[in-house]
């Protein structure tokens, strides 16, 4: 059963405009949500996280917002722009373990 | 020091070959982590070394894969009679400490193809 899940495989914007990427996760006892972003060929690269004491982070362009209640996070990119287009994978994990638990990953095409 | 290092970066092998995988971390890093990617999957934890202990093992890691961490610097993630179940991109990462806040560093990655 899938404790990380990002139900959107792909999502298409114009560059300038709002993108806004989804996750959902099962368990209240996650501590840190993370996002990564990775480009064909190569391995994850880690963009932007947020503590469950939180609920907003900002870095740029880029915003992770974490709804406790909801067990949802999201991310925003704005604006968007064309290197932007990438694989993002939000993951989860608790201060008590090591492992990182992946989503399957939302596919970003930004056109110009 | 340029990140996370895997060598080779490509594999392909028979059915029922062993092969062997490199991961150099960054040199500061005590934590190194190997982890399993197939198609259309994020990820998967596999195994984890602080310095040279391997504290941490998934049910992924069957009897035949074996990781090793001899000095607490590069890791071996070692098959043992390969499956065509076992292709996929294997990937290592390190960190340092325990603050999962700032993730980890990944690698490029070893895809293996098991033929």
């Known amino acids: 059963d899938q404790q990380v899940k990002q139900n959107s495989p792909s999502l298409s914007v114009q560059e300038g405009r709002i993108s806004i990427l989804n996750c959902d996760y099962t368990n209240s006892m996650f501590d840190y949500f993370l996002w990564y972003k990775k480009y064909p060929a190569e391995g994850p690269t880690f963009l932007i996280s947020i503590s469950s004491i939180k609920d907003k982070n900002e870095d740029g362009r880029f915003t992770v917002f974490l709804n406790k209640s909801a067990k949802h996070l999201s991310l925003h990119i704005v604006p968007s722009q064309p290197g932007d287009s990438a694989v993002y994978f939000c993951a989860v994990g608790n201060q008590a373990g090591t492992a990182l638990i992946f989503g399957k990953g939302t596919t970003l095409s930004v056109s110009s | 020091d340029t990140g996370v290092s895997q060598d080779p970066r490509h594999k392909i092998t028979k059915r029922g070959q062993n092969v062997t995988f490199r991961c150099d971390p960054i040199s500061e890093h005590n934590r190194l982590y190997w982890y399993r990617q197939t198609l259309g999957q994020g990820p998967e934890f596999l195994t984890y070394f602080q310095n040279e202990a391997q504290l941490e093992k998934s049910r992924l890691l069957s009897d035949r894969f074996s990781a090793e961490r001899p000095k607490g610097s590069f890791s071996t993630l070692e098959i043992q009679r390969t499956e065509q179940g076992d292709s996929a991109m294997y990937l290592c990462?390190?960190?340092?400490?325990?603050?999962?806040?700032?993730?980890?560093?990944f690698g490029s990655g070893t895809r293996l193809t098991v033929v």
């Open positions: 990462a390190s960190s340092f400490g325990r603050e999962l806040f700032w993730g980890y560093t």
